[in-house]
């Protein structure tokens, strides 16, 4: 089963129920969403040396390991599920790790130069508040860079969903549809503008958007 579906047969977990069971295999499993978006982030994150850097939604603690050996200054990750949190406590123990909800977490104002946020923000119904929180973390001259399923697999009633190993069943994750002129207008409140914006396909379908967000120039 990929991480989409069409089917309706799966039972639909809440992001925090869905994580916490899909922690233990979740660094084992690929698929071509997991892969775009992991090449996108991989891609634009970089220079890092000296940088103060945040995962939002930091999962097993992959990207939190990454800008350590990049030599971040500082390196934070949160994430909704305690298990995953727990798993990326112990990749990258160095790092300082929350369990907390990004629509209210307390963040540092313009604390961080990069912020990655993968494969997250369409769990969250409240795209807003998410964002609006993130973005007032930002340093002025930081970068933020996004990665979700595309809206496109959404509007084709696609599911997002994992195989439970545990109990050899198959679960949704739930999911919002949240249209780029969303992402754009919070952007742009906030003085933002997408700079990149990238749309990988797989089978001649958009799966995965990646976009990299900065200070709207004003030339």
């Not at 071509?32 to 996108?40: C, G, L, Q, T, V």
């Amino acid at each position: 089963m990929a991480w989409w579906s069409g089917k309706k047969e799966s039972a639909v977990l809440s992001p925090l129920e869905g994580y916490n069971r899909w922690a233990v295999s979740y660094a084992e499993e690929s698929n071509p969403i997991k892969n775009a978006s992991d090449r996108f982030i991989g891609k634009f994150m970089t220079g890092l040396h000296d940088k103060k850097f945040l995962d939002a939604g930091c999962g097993n603690g992959k990207f939190c390991v990454a800008a350590q050996q990049q030599g971040a200054a500082f390196v934070q990750g949160i994430d909704l599920s305690p298990a995953m949190v727990t798993l990326a406590q112990l990749q990258c123990p160095s790092g300082e790790f929350l369990c907390d909800d990004l629509t209210i977490v307390k963040l540092r104002k313009q604390h961080f130069d990069v912020i990655v946020c993968g494969l997250v923000l369409g769990h969250i119904e409240n795209l807003d508040a998410a964002l609006d929180n993130l973005l007032n973390a930002l340093h002025p001259e930081g970068v933020l860079l996004i990665t979700d399923f595309h809206p496109f697999l959404t509007l084709q009633h696609a599911r997002r969903t994992f195989h439970d190993k545990s109990s050899g069943r198959v679960y949704e994750i739930r999911h919002h549809l949240h249209l780029f002129q969303s992402y754009f207008s919070c952007f742009a409140r906030h003085g933002m503008a997408v700079d990149v914006l990238e749309e990988p396909h797989h089978e001649n379908t958009p799966v995965v958007f990646g976009m990299r967000v900065r200070k709207m120039r004003k030339d």
